[in-house]
């Protein structure tokens, strides 16, 4: 019995479809697509490379990291959002004030991001920022782990009330490392009672609320010996101990920090036998045509579920919402203070 929907997510060259690229989709080992910036120049480009897609193969998977700050893909067209760090600092000023700033960004980015015809964005954020972590920095809403999960929780809230799936992001907390597993393979040494009492809160509180996880390219020495994306150990404790259902992203499977597990098929192997629901493979052609390949015979399951299941936005008419000029506007300003 063939499956309509694989697990690997697979990224694009430019702007528009390559006849390479039509041809991939239609591979029985894709599962769905990520945006990156040189995929979208503009919200209504974005629209319709979105379309495209979806006429060569409906109910792929779309998805884009637009988290705000410098993790923003698409600019032109949509709100300039703030880093969380920004939402992080009113919080801190007004708790009311923060919290109702975060459902609204929620909201606000669903709501564009459904209007540009994409899935999901692989947000919120919820790695505890101690100041260790470049790459995680000002991405994170802050250094306390009851703030990021106040707010959190309230970003959380305004995707699903734009009526898009929220997909929390760096399991079990890549915070307390300085090396980026973009480059490197970051060990945390601490033990694991500190992990689950600092990091761990966010992802432990809100794993019912969430549609999705993503696992960090992080070794935590005093649990596993392996990544937490390749680890059944951490993800078996997200699903038995958090109890969460739904479904996990592996973090690209290109990255430094995945490389050490073996050859790009062996790499797939291991996060789906560790259980990861999709699987993604960007910056590297050759490495997701073999994924692809040695996936070929998998379902995924999961993933359907975050699928936009409204009428989506129409990008010109959402101005006219009262809740997006006042959100756009706040936004807009945090960003250029921040900045």
Known sequence: MSHPFGPVMIDLDGLSLTREERKLLQAPGVGGVILFARNV??????RA??????????????AV??????????KEGVTRLPPMAAIGKRYQAGYAEGKALAKDAGWLLGMEMAACGIDISFAPVLDIDVGLSSVIGDRSFGADPEQ?????EAFIYGLHEAGM???????PGHGSVAEDSHLALPVDERPLDAIKQHDLIPFARLAADLDGIMP??????AFDHRPAGFSPSWLGMLRESLGFKGCIFSDDLSMAGAQE??????RAQAALQAGCDMLLVCNDRDAALEVVKACADISAKRPAKLRYARA????????????????????????????
Do not use: M, N
């Open 65 to 74: 990291d637009q988290e705000g700050g410098r993790v923003q893909r698409l």
């Open 312 to 339: 989506r936005p129409d990008l010109d008419a959402l101005s006219a919402l009262g809740r997006w000029r006042r959100t756009h506007a706040q936004l807009e300003a945090l960003a250029s203070e921040y900045c």
């Open 148 to 152: 990021v999960s106040d707010l959190g």
């Open 261 to 266: 597990v073996g050859a790009p098929a062996q």
């Open 165 to 171: 799936a929220a997909v929390g992001k760096h399991f």
């Open 41 to 46: 120049e503009s919200a209504h480009q974005a």
């Open 216 to 221: 960090a390219h992080v070794i935590y020495r």
């Open 49 to 62: 490379l979105c379309d495209a897609i979806r006429r060569e193969r409906p109910g792929l998977l779309i």
